[in-house]
């Protein structure tokens, strides 16, 4: 879920960090360079699903800054597209805010053991890197979602590790095992329609950014081949509490 390793990079300033985007006539901004262990990564990835998700995000990041000079969506872009199950966003969303692209930072504790440090990067610094694909194979995410499945019969939220609100609900519609089949091929979270809790969450038309309403950056839409939409998304940026 990365950027070629051929494009080089080039450092920019926004909210206090230093951030990478690849050298092109139109960079993907927000991009915070990967740093030791806990850094997103623009590189690797172990699947073919991750290849995937790194080849559309090469294209993305582009169209990250024409996003922010390009004419706002009319409002006819917002609702529900053709299909019945995704719920556009405009750009302005991810407009610089008290915190990159939120008001505050993401939550001290959260859950699954997700990186609080690699959390804030990814979701409030951030357009278009990611955790490395199987992060969360090395959370305790995994073991907790299937003791909360067998505790109460139902799916699990996750919740937005800056403000906590709702932003997944899983598995609906499928078992658990069928959920982590999907995750563990893409390398990231993966969920589906039914799953997303549309009142707090966003897809950019744009770039297939998926987002929070308040701007936190969660990951991308990437279609699978039969058409269907399923929304790759980091684990550190729907680790939080609810609040």
């Given amino acids: 879920?990365?950027?070629?390793?051929?494009?080089?990079?080039?450092?920019?300033?926004?909210?206090?960090?230093?951030?990478?985007?690849?050298?092109?006539?139109?960079?993907?901004?927000?991009?915070?360079?990967?740093?030791?262990?806990?850094?997103?990564?623009?590189?690797?990835?172990?699947?073919?699903?991750?290849?995937?998700?790194?080849?559309?995000?090469?294209?993305?990041?582009?169209?990250?800054?024409?996003?922010?000079?390009?004419?706002?969506q009319p409002a006819s872009a917002k609702g529900f597209d053709e299909k019945g199950g995704l719920t556009y966003g405009e750009d302005e969303i991810m407009s610089k805010k008290g915190h990159g692209t939120t008001e505050?930072?993401?939550?001290?504790?959260?859950?699954?053991?997700?990186?609080?440090?690699?959390?804030?990067?990814i979701s409030s610094?951030?357009?278009?890197?990611?955790?490395?694909?199987?992060?969360?194979?090395?959370?305790?995410?995994?073991?907790?979602?299937?003791?909360?499945?067998?505790?109460?019969?139902?799916?699990?939220?996750?919740?937005?590790?800056?403000?906590?609100?709702?932003?997944?609900?899983?598995?609906?519609?499928?078992s658990v095992d069928e959920f982590m089949a999907e995750s563990a091929v893409h390398g990231w979270p993966s969920f589906r329609d039914q799953e997303v809790v549309w009142d707090n969450t966003r897809v950019l038309k744009s770039s297939g950014e998926t987002v929070s309403v308040g701007g936190t950056h969660l990951g991308h839409n990437i279609p699978s081949r039969d058409g269907r939409n399923r929304y790759c998304i980091n684990l550190v940026s729907i680790a939080g509490n609810p609040v």
């Fill in 104 to 121: 505050t930072g993401v939550q001290n504790k959260l859950r699954y053991g997700a990186s609080p440090k690699l959390a804030d990067k």
């Fill in 125 to 174: 610094f951030n357009r278009v890197f990611a955790e490395s694909g199987g992060y969360w194979e090395g959370t305790s995410f995994e073991d907790d979602v299937r003791k909360m499945v067998a505790a109460t019969g139902g799916p699990v939220t996750f919740y937005d590790s800056v403000s906590g609100a709702p932003l997944f609900k899983a598995p609906v519609g499928r």
């Fill in 1 to 72: 879920m990365a950027l070629a390793a051929s494009h080089l990079s080039a450092v920019a300033a926004f909210g206090g960090h230093a951030l990478s985007a690849p050298t092109s006539p139109m960079t993907g901004l927000f991009s915070v360079p990967p740093a030791r262990d806990d850094a997103p990564t623009t590189t690797g990835g172990h699947t073919a699903g991750a290849s995937e998700r790194r080849s559309f995000l090469a294209r993305a990041s582009a169209a990250a800054l024409l996003s922010l000079t390009a004419i706002p």
